[in-house]
């Protein structure tokens, strides 16, 4: 019987129907939906070897060819155990990419998700014109990275850059952002966040709109004025929304390349060369593909441990929705 | 509308004129309001901004962004459409972006739903797979991909060719897919399918007719994250392609920024706006739709 599920076109598609599905409805089960032993099996099949393609088997591939390495580039590889790795964390090259993606994930974060606070309250005392502001917050979530860093690009130009005019305007000398390394970095930050905001402001506000509106008045009662409401009442209220947006705003900024390698290229003087454009540079321009595996598989194990958190936190506020 | 305010002021009452009162309430009002409107304001320009000088240095001619960097364009001008326009590398990737991320979306779509049904359908033992479909998007972001796959790809014979870009898309875009077509599903009440069933319906016209007509919202939600994620792709594309002729739009103006350097930045503008194109035509209908499947697919 399973057989003929198995294989449609051996039988008309009404006995097939009886067979399979006009059983009478039993006790236990009280649904005629969704009994076969084949179908479900054939129905996600493909996206359960696509998934398993395309995903899971890169890492495992990662893991594996990370431990060989070619001693001429292009040529025959040999495994070489965890000499990748010891060379890895002996490099200085990567070591300070390591630092200063610390640094532009920790300054994202910083200059995100208070951004996102400041975006999200005030959106949720819209009102009437939510809708539409909310639909403008969104929009730089439909730019590519790439199309975001020409953009700005444009603003921070030195000569001509509406950044730089502003400044002047108040009687500020602007400086020349690319080719100072610390402002390169400020510039590579802000137009990072500008990417990978939206998804945090959605995700605050989401937890505001979620908050009983008594919970406010009480406070307002006792005499509490609106930052204190804010502080006391609404941030502790949507802690599990804040980490949430926090940890996805770490993914993006962490795996981060077309943002920087289209804003400076990891320059001036490396001084934004972060562990994605090390990457980058060490498999498709270096050419040493097995060492590169080695840098992936640090930034997997860096998302791992961002899942991890990921997963505690909203197993433990029991996040749905 | 003050005179007609003092005219019910003095046939109301004798008593001091009242409107100064109004206007120091709505003043009042305004400065409470303050706190709201700035960030809002604030949200707005950050938002906006970016794109609307990008927009303003488009429509300059190269020689006026330096002579005259204001907002507003003294003597707008097209040519810098124009150029790119005619440039084969644009052409060429436009074209690329739209087929890639409509197969993408297509692909996603064909491949999901039957995936999504049996999840929320059946008991089945790769039932509990669901739970790492949620898990994996996160864990393995495209820049990891990017080596595996590129070797993958040159095992295969398939570097270099538009269908593995979309093969490679569906592929990142289907847990997310697949996760907010099983809870859409689950919402559709069984009850529906059991009457169709009696009725004497198969498993495909119970999708196609009852299902799938129910899911239209989640479906195009779908569609609209896997076209955004194919177009706005750039690391896939660096490591997949290596000829013009299957590039998409990002990594074409990515070379573009590298090769002009400043002589041409309307004309990077230009680019950089045309790559927004398919969504400002369809923003407006789509918007709902982005915000629903952005924050579903986050929580959780």
Known sequence: MTSMRAKPNQVSRRSLLRRSFMRPPTEDRNSLIGHSRVIPYLLSGPAIFMVSLLLAFPVLYAIWQSTYRAEVIGGETEFVGLQNYIDLFGDPAFLSAMNRTAIFVFGCLILGISLALVFAFALNKAGRRLRFLRGITIVPYLVSGVAAAVMFRLMFNAEFGQVNRTLEFFGIDGPEWFSTPSLAM??????????D????????????????????DAASVDGAT?????WYVS????????????????????TSLGVVLALTGGGPMDATRTVPIHLYETAFVELRRNEA???????LALNALLTLIYTTVSRRYDLRS | MTTHADDTIQTSSPVPPRATGGLRRRLLKILKRLPVWIPLALLMGWTILPILITLSISFKIPGEVYSAPQLIPANPTLDAFREILARQGFKGAFVNSVVVGLGTAILTLLVAVPAAYAFARFRFRGRHLLLLFTLLPRLIP????????????VALGAL???????????????????????GFFQQIPRELEEAANVDGTNLWLRIRYIVLPLAVPALITIGVLAFREAWNEFNLVLALTRTAGNRTLPYELWLLQDSVGFANNPGMAA???MTLIPFIFIYLRIERYVVGGITAGSTK
């Open chain 1, 197 to 216: 905001l939206p998804l945090a402001v959605l995700l605050i506000l989401g937890g505001l709109q979620t908050i009983e509106p008594s919970l406010l």
């Open chain 2, 271 to 273: 680019f950089a706006i």
């Open chain 1, 226 to 230: 609106g930052w204190h409401r804010a």
């Open chain 1, 186 to 195: 400020v510039a590579t930050i802000i137009a990072q966040v500008w990417t």
């Open chain 2, 160 to 182: 270099d060719n538009r269908l593995t870009l979309v093969v490679v898309f569906t592929g990142t875009i289907l847990p997310l897919a697949v996760w907010l077509l099983v």
């Open chain 2, 142 to 153: 495209s820049l990891g991909l990017m080596v595996p796959l590129y070797r993958l790809a």
């Open chain 1, 293 to 299: 595996l080695a840098i992936v598989v640090v930034i």
């Open chain 1, 235 to 254: 941030i502790p209220l949507i802690t599990p929304q804040l980490a949430i947006a926090t940890v996805w705003f770490s993914y993006g900024t962490l």
